[in-house]
C-alpha cells in the first residue's frame, strides 16, 4: 500500500475443476462445460510488513461454470484499494455451442481491504477471440504445432487479461486491453477507459495504438498492453504489434 508500508495486498484466482470434468478430460475430450468449475477470487493481506498474513477469504465467487481471472490491485492516494478482474460469464448459444462475456470489473475497499464492497462493472471487453477460434494469429505459410492451424497459427497473447494504473496525484485510474471493436472485427487494437470518480463510472473506450493502418489487418494486430502513470501525470501505454512483420522471410 503505497500510503501505508505496513501494509500488503496479495490476490489471486484459484480454478476449480469438478470431478466430472477431470475424469472426462482424462477419457480425452477438451472444453468440457456444465459439470461445474469455478474460478473465485482470493485475497490476503499483512499489516505488519509481512510478519503475519491473514487467512485466504473469497473476495468473489462467480458461481459455477464461470471465472474471474487477471486480479490486479491498485491504491488511490485517496486511500481506497481497489481490485480489478476479469469477470468470464459462460452462457449457452444454441447456434454456436459455449459461448463466452469479458468484463472488465472491480472491488473497492475503503478500509485498507479489510472488507470490499459490491462488484462494479467497468467496461465490456471484445478481443479477436470472441469472432475467431484465436485472438492473435500469424497467417504466414509456415508450419503450425497443431497442422489443422496452418495459416492461423495462434500466438499467444494477453487477450483474456488487462491492465490498470493510478494518476498517484489525482487518483484518476486507467484501464487497457485488446478490443477488436476500432477495426471493423478484423484485428486487435489497444483500448483505453479511465475513471475520474474512484471507478464508479468509465470513459467510453478509444483505440490508442497508432499501429499504420496502411498494413494488412494481421500485420495491425495490436496485443498484451500495458499502461503506466508518471509523476507528471503522463500516460504511458506500451504493447505489440506486427508493423515490421515482412512475408518474405518466412517467420513472423
Request: proline share 6%; glycine share 8%; with cysteine.
Amino acid at each position: 500500500d503505497p500510503n501505508d508500508a505496513d501494509v500488503v495486498y496479495a490476490v489471486w484466482d484459484r480454478l476449480r475443476t469438478a470431478n466430472g470434468e477431470i475424469a472426462s478430460s482424462e477419457r480425452g475430450r477438451e472444453n468440457v462445460f456444465g459439470l461445474g468449475f469455478k474460478g473465485p477470487i482470493l485475497f490476503t493481506r499483512t499489516t505488519d510488513g509481512g510478519d503475519t498474513w491473514e487467512p485466504a477469504r473469497e473476495l468473489y465467487d462467480p458461481a459455477a461454470n464461470n471465472q474471474t481471472i487477471g486480479s490486479q490491485i491498485v491504491v488511490r492516494p485517496q486511500g481506497t484499494v481497489i481490485n480489478f478482474f476479469n469477470e468470464i460469464l459462460n452462457f449457452r448459444n444454441s447456434n454456436h455451442g459455449p459461448q463466452f462475456d469479458f468484463t472488465l470489473a472491480l472491488l473497492r475497499s475503503d478500509d485498507q481491504g479489510a472488507s470490499f464492497g459490491r462488484i462494479v462493472r467497468a467496461q465490456k471487453m471484445f478481443p479477436m477471440g470472441f469472432f475467431r477460434e484465436d485472438s492473435v494469429i500469424d497467417t504466414e505459410p509456415v508450419t503450425c504445432p497443431d497442422p489443422t492451424d496452418q495459416g492461423a497459427c495462434p500466438i499467444r497473447t494477453g487477450d483474456i487479461l488487462f491492465d490498470v494504473a493510478v494518476d498517484r496525484a489525482n487518483g484518476t485510474l486507467y484501464a487497457v486491453w485488446q478490443d477488436a471493436r476500432f477495426g471493423g472485427v478484423t484485428h486487435d487494437d489497444i483500448a483505453l477507459s479511465r475513471s475520474t470518480d474512484g471507478g464508479t463510472t468509465w470513459s467510453s473506450p478509444i483505440k490508442v495504438n497508432r499501429t499504420p493502418t496502411t498494413e494488412p489487418a494481421n500485420d495491425q494486430q495490436a496485443f498484451t498492453p500495458s499502461v503506466h502513470v508518471t509523476d507528471d501525470g503522463t500516460v504511458v501505454v506500451t504493447h505489440y504489434d506486427f508493423r515490421n512483420n515482412t512475408p518474405d522471410d518466412g517467420i513472423l
